[in-house]
């Protein structure tokens, strides 16, 4: 069965150290792959997508992240966490071809100063 | 530029009673639409979608219903909440004129809490 995978329910880092968060899937093909931040009480608002050519994607915010075919992950990473990165990340899969976007359960991040 | 706006944002309801929650999206036309839930802890939960005015599609049975009367209006419905209707409502938007793939915009959802 098709599905999206985020390991980490929960993750805390320190305030200026480097972040990762890992989303593996499960399809046949590769498909359109998107990272989603939610903050508390808000909906969520799209950080990057990678839908071909370069496997490093440049988001907002400062986040990259790098589709690996090989790993079916599409892991997203910062090298220097804010305080206001604290929320809610989503990795979501779109297998094109008119088939529904799929979500992951979502990884929450906490800051500490 | 497009925006997405739900109303309410957030409402408490008693048992049994009725729901009526408002989708608007600004600045495009025959956009794709789309009703999540989020309970606690649960990721998303899409409820239904629609591509074009009067087509609905339900992903999941329940008492909860959908309709577009306007190509950019979405509205979710019941006529007699339950208390496992609790949660965040998230509506949402894609352009399905625009290449292959379904890249969705959210709205700031509403905060539903049934008695």
């Known amino acids: 069965a098709q599905s999206v995978t985020q390991p980490d329910i929960h993750i805390t880092v320190s305030e200026g150290a480097s972040l990762e968060l890992r989303c593996n899937y499960s399809y046949g093909a590769t498909p359109y792959l998107f990272w989603y931040v939610q903050s508390p009480g808000q909906g969520l608002q799209l950080l990057l997508k990678?839908?071909?050519?370069?496997?490093l994607v440049q988001g907002i915010k400062g986040f990259e992240a790098e589709f690996k075919r090989s790993q079916s992950s599409f892991n997203l990473r910062k090298p220097s966490v804010h305080w206001s990165d604290a929320a809610e990340y989503f990795c979501?899969?779109?297998?094109?071809?008119?088939?529904?976007?799929?979500f992951g359960t979502g990884t929450k991040l906490q800051v500490i100063p | 530029s497009q925006t997405i706006h739900q109303w309410p944002a957030t409402l408490v309801q008693p048992v049994g009673s009725p729901l009526s929650l408002e989708c608007t999206v600004e600045?495009?036309?025959?956009?794709?639409l789309y009703w999540y839930r989020q309970a606690a802890g649960r990721g998303l939960q899409l409820l239904f979608y629609?591509?074009?005015?009067?087509?609905i599609s339900s992903e999941v049975p329940q008492n909860l219903s959908a309709s577009r009367p306007q190509d950019r209006q979405f509205i979710l419905s019941s006529k007699k909440l339950l208390l496992s209707d609790s949660g965040f409502y998230l509506c949402a938007w894609s352009d399905r004129g625009q290449g292959v793939t379904d890249t969705q915009y959210f709205g700031p959802g509403t905060r539903l809490t049934v008695l």
């Open positions: 600045g495009t036309s025959n956009p794709n």
């Open positions: 979501a899969v779109d297998p094109g071809g008119y088939q529904k976007v799929t």
């Open positions: 629609s591509v074009g005015i009067g087509q």
């Open positions: 990678y839908f071909s050519g370069d496997t």
